[in-house]
């Protein structure tokens, strides 16, 4: 009965080949939208849940009340002596891992020059407790987990970077010499273990791991001090809970006070505490708390909204499918009426018709589930530059097989039931005649119309007002002219500053180069300016974002001077002159600021307000005002910005520059691009060029608005 049930089904679809492509079609685009969100969903749900402790394995991070931002919460603020204080004071701490891939707040050195065989390269580190394979489950394809970090001089390599530098050879027991960027100590390290590659869907990713200890070699530090950045782990005893570790945090709070001079804040009780956790599994989903770039070796985490309206529009998609099937099954019914009559007629049972229809959905959905895997297998590189990601179907894999097998279900009842349900239960004599009546069913057909067209409309809408916002947004005025300007990374080539007045003097000897600037850090990658504070002489002070930059970066941004003068080598500016934005000067009280002195810098809790490159020596003086402007998003209003003078910029054995902007005129820009590129390996040659265009790393900060956009077009 079933194989004549299934021959008649195929035979049917076949004589009404257009309804059959048009249920294909409808079908199969929805089936191949929910093959990809559902993976991508999978894999965003599913991090982190592959180590064996997972359950009792938290991260530490500080809650605190930001002066202007409301309740702020830093994951990898903690002070390196943390760890192991919390595991003396807890017995509920099993174990404590430290993380740390950077020094400071400001991330300047984040990579280790590494020498082998005479070839370097500036790789990234990671440097851990040795306790760190024994919390973690990353397992090692060469090397003792409980020895391989034992040693202050051992390494461990991830499998690329083994692969990279050794290929198949077995790296065990060769030497690498490390050279730190920051203190310029250098130490020969042995390889004691390689990494088998680190799964996707961990939120830990690291390329070489080194033992804590090295923070003296790294960063000039004792591991023990309570000074440093880190990330913070905790491994609970198996019968503990978060809220034991209660007791230990309060205490480590009244040390943190008593320690560097502050007060618990009026109103709290006396269990007042900055430090909460996080489990491990929340921390890709956990947006609420923020990390520093690079997040000590924690990728970005990812807002989970974003899996469930992938999955959302996913099912919409897939029901105007199923609702295309239904209402063109109802549209035939008054065709297939003598079928039913004739059938009922010979003795057929209304059970036996409805599994007649219901098979023949079953044969629909299953083509429609090919198709749908082809058209998903076609659009999956799409899918992947969109989000970033490098996924792949996995259809071979237990749960997408049994993603697979849920989906062809509900297809299946979905779009063939009702079909099933109406056919079968028509009056053989009045369905022979063909004088059938279909009131009810009509009126239904049109509620699933107007559910089909309120979806379309609906996505439809969506495109619009994003297409329409994202274009207002990105015609804001930045108060900079970013087009034709490239951006040359400087950042962490500490010994590059012998180098810069020679690029700057090779790269303006080309033509079409009308001006370069320098700058000591690169904004454009570290965003978080929110501890730094400008005092004027009258005791105001307020948050104000500085860039401490050269003579030429107002000429070079194009930043709009409406008081004062701009920076000049001709007047003899020194680095005690500043020029203030006007959103700054408002906020400082300040209606005419040109003379004004002001202290720009940032507060430490054991060093207390140091003042930047720039304002040293009693501040500096303000000699002009410019528009607002902002290198950031364009939904948000300019930060209160503060351009600080340092002419030493560039110097040979004077400060280091991070990043330096170069304005080209109009005209052929891959030429500009292929001339810097050979001025630059003239005169550096340990160090690639690295550069990007301006305008290209504005627009990376709508990447999200971009691919919601994207995304909402493919689905209406």
Known sequence: MLRNNLIIAWRNLMRYRLHTAINLAGLGLGMAFCLLAWRFASQEWSFDRFHGKSDRIYRVYVEAMGTEEGLVRYADVIDFAFAPELEALSPHVERTVRLSAARGNDIDDRVVRTTFEGSSRDEEFLLVDPAFFEVFDFPLLLGDEATALAERNSVVLSYEMAQRLFGDADPLGHSLRLASLATLDVEDFTITGVAAPVPRTSSIQFNMLLPFDNTELLYHDSPDAWEGTCNVYVLLAPDADPADLAPAFVQLTRDMAQRDGWEIPEGFTEDFSLFRVQPLTDLRSDTSVMSFKDGHGVVEPRDPFISYVLVSMALAVLLMGCINFVNLAIGRASLRAAEVGVRKAAGAGRGQLMRQFIGEAVVLSVVGLGAGCALAALLLPAFNATFSQELSLGLSEPSMLGALGVLLLLVSLGAGWYPAFVLSRLDPLSAIRRSISMTGVTRFSRVLVGVQLAISVGLITCTLVMYHQLEHVMARDMGIDPERVIAV????????????????????????????????????????????????????????????????????????????????????????????????????????????TIEVGRMSRSRGFRPVNGARGGGARIIGIVKDFTFESGYEDAPPGLLLLNPHLGWPSHYSVDLMFVRVKPGDMQEVVQYMQESWDSIVDHADFNFSFLQQELEAAYRDELRWRRLITWAA
Not at 565 to 592: H, P
Request: hydrophobic share 40%; charged share 30%.
């Open 489 to 596: 990374h400087t950042k962490a080539l500490y010994d590059l500053k012998p180098h810069h007045p020679f690029l700057v003097k090779a790269f303006l000897r080309h033509s079409r180069i009308a001006s370069v600037a320098m700058v000591d850090k690169d904004f454009l990658e570290d965003t978080l300016w929110s501890d730094y504070q400008a005092k004027t002489e009258s005791g105001r002070e307020t948050k104000v974002r500085p860039y401490t930059v050269d003579h030429n970066f107002v000429e070079t941004m194009k930043l709009e001077l409406i008081g004062g003068r701009d920076f000049s080598l001709a007047q003899g500016d020194k680095d005690n002159r500043a020029l203030i934005s006007e959103s700054a000067a408002a906020r400082l009280g300040l209606a005419d600021p040109i003379g004004e």
